[in-house]
């Protein structure tokens, strides 16, 4: 097979960020002041051997460490470890699933059947990028995603897997989110992308407002509190219906204000993930 | 090595991609009416197993096969193939010599080792895609690029390399010379583009300025006649010290009119890669 599950994951990060707008991410249109579009491009291309680990049935937090660490290294900064914690279990769920039919229950039983081990490498995933997330929930402080490998013997004593530690340790999380719940939006986004007319990425701006405007971004509400995040999701219903130069305007506001609604990104790409799997073209 | 070679030859295509303005090229900025920028991302991920191939010593004529199949199904148009054929013989270099020191001695190697395997491979390849070159020279019809499969035939009674026919079938074409030439252009470009400053892609534009003022574009002599393709190449030479919205404007222009110096192109991407293998980050 030509179209590879692994290029179909590496192309969906290329798509996400081709599409434009999708406001406050840098996409092709934009840069940030210290994050780049071909820090991207070089972030996807960098993740690719964790994509291609996973395609061939590499355990998922082994996996996801190999294309974290090798995004980091080629970018340079944190451009798409959210994107990739959603990518890998889905890459997983295709490879294990018919061509062409990757599901959310397919999905699901992969978070389902992660391990301790898989647990253990995502927090050595972590020590490769700096992650922005709330702070943890009471009693879960040891697990913070942001103490990298130091969490190790605490997971192994209380035995948490992957799954019970991405929902555990950022339960409102979007990815988090995504991982507990069977990947919906994720699903629903591919649906919308995939019975949309045009290119593909010409789809990508009305599939990050919608989601943007269904849900505050956790990566807003991290950095800049809950009232912000919804005061974008707001904004992001808002103009749903605007003209292109209307929500380009807004992006450009955006980014200037540096306010960066990446887990939506993140659930963009996963989408157009989804669709490729399900066979739309580029 | 989380930098791989099929890596950086990958990312070379996507950074010449990201530099603009490329004069009549699909960039960052600019799609053409009938070829976007997207289908350019998706070319170079479907390149990747050939590219991945090649870097695990397949041999050139099959892996260029490979790549140029993926890319071909993924773009569903003919996005890469000189900066492929161009591309291959740099990584089974790269994979043949100690990380850092591809040079123009192993890629010359390379093209001297090519069999009349290869060359059929070859013809396969353009089995995938519409490639427009000027008439063979005399005696040549039978090996003409365009006629596919049917070549290979009299290619197999001749004893015909891939380095023949790549040299004999369009002699004057700017790929086919650096085959020829060992690779001249391409590794001065790829100095030029390591002795920048700022960020590998901002530094694409002057690159592709230089050669293009350095020699009429193959893409736009074959398809406008030599004195377009010579008058292009004046345009560039003057304005290799304008600024950059005189050269987007002339971007737009050439663009507008169809012309497109996509030899220049491919000839960067591959001064991308030399430069990305010799340690040049994104």
């Given at each position: 097979?030509?179209?590879?599950?692994?290029?179909?994951?590496?192309?969906?990060?290329?798509?996400?960020?081709?599409?434009?707008?999708?406001?406050?991410?840098?996409?092709?249109?934009?840069?940030?002041?210290?994050?780049?579009?071909?820090?991207?491009?070089?972030?996807?291309?960098?993740?690719?051997?964790?994509?291609?680990?996973?395609?061939?049935?590499?355990?998922?937090?082994?996996?996801?460490?190999?294309?974290?660490?090798?995004?980091?290294?080629?970018?340079?900064?944190?451009?798409?470890?959210?994107?990739?914690?959603?990518?890998?279990?889905?890459?997983?769920?295709?490879?294990?699933t018919?061509?062409?039919?990757?599901?959310?229950?397919?999905?699901?039983?992969?978070?389902?059947?992660?391990?301790?081990?898989?647990?253990?490498?995502?927090?050595?995933?972590?020590?490769?990028v700096?992650?922005?997330?709330?702070?943890?929930?009471?009693?879960?402080?040891?697990?913070?995603?942001?103490r990298?490998?130091?969490?190790?013997?605490?997971?192994?004593?209380?035995?948490?897997?992957?799954?019970?530690?991405?929902?555990?340790?950022?339960?409102?999380?979007?990815?988090?989110?995504e991982?507990?719940?069977?990947?919906?939006?994720?699903f629903?986004?591919?649906d919308?992308?995939?019975?949309?007319?045009?290119?593909?990425?010409?789809?990508?701006?009305?599939?990050?407002l919608?989601?943007?405007?269904?849900?505050?971004?956790?990566?807003?509400?991290?950095?800049?509190?809950?009232?912000?995040?919804?005061?974008?999701?707001?904004?992001?219903?808002?103009?749903?219906?605007a003209?292109?130069?209307?929500?380009?305007?807004?992006?450009?506001?955006?980014?200037?204000?540096?306010?960066?609604?990446?887990?939506?990104?993140?659930?963009?790409?996963?989408?157009?993930?989804?669709?490729?799997?399900?066979?739309?073209?580029?």
């Amino acid at each position: 097979m030509r179209r590879t599950i692994a290029g179909n994951a590496e192309l969906a990060l290329l798509l996400e960020l081709a599409g434009t707008p999708t406001p406050g991410n840098v996409d092709r249109a934009r840069d940030h002041p210290d994050l780049r579009f071909d820090q991207f491009l070089a972030g996807a291309v960098g993740a690719r051997p964790g994509l291609d680990a996973a395609a061939a049935g590499a355990p998922v937090g082994i996996a996801l460490k190999t294309a974290v660490a090798g995004m980091a290294e080629r970018a340079r900064d944190n451009t798409q470890f959210g994107a990739l914690l959603l990518l890998l279990p889905l890459v997983r769920a295709a490879a294990a699933t018919p061509a062409g039919e990757v599901s959310c229950a397919a999905a699901a039983d992969v978070v389902a059947a992660t391990t301790v081990d898989d647990a253990a490498a995502f927090y050595r995933a972590l020590e490769h990028v700096e992650v922005c997330v709330a702070d943890p929930p009471d009693g879960m402080d040891d697990l913070d995603v942001r103490r990298g490998a130091e969490a190790i013997p605490t997971l192994r004593e209380r035995g948490l897997t992957l799954a019970d530690v991405v929902s555990a340790s950022a339960p409102d999380d979007g990815v988090a989110v995504e991982w507990t719940s069977g990947f919906e939006r994720t699903f629903d986004a591919a649906d919308a992308l995939r019975s949309g007319a045009g290119p593909l990425t010409d789809r990508v701006p009305r599939a990050f407002l919608d989601l943007l405007a269904d849900e505050p971004d956790g990566l807003v509400a991290a950095r800049h509190g809950e009232s912000v995040a919804e005061r974008v999701s707001d904004r992001a219903a808002a103009l749903r219906d605007a003209d292109r130069e209307t929500v380009a305007a807004w992006a450009d506001d955006l980014v200037a204000a540096g306010i960066n609604p990446g887990t939506t990104a993140d659930i963009v790409a996963a989408a157009l993930f989804v669709a490729l799997s399900r066979g739309s073209r580029a």
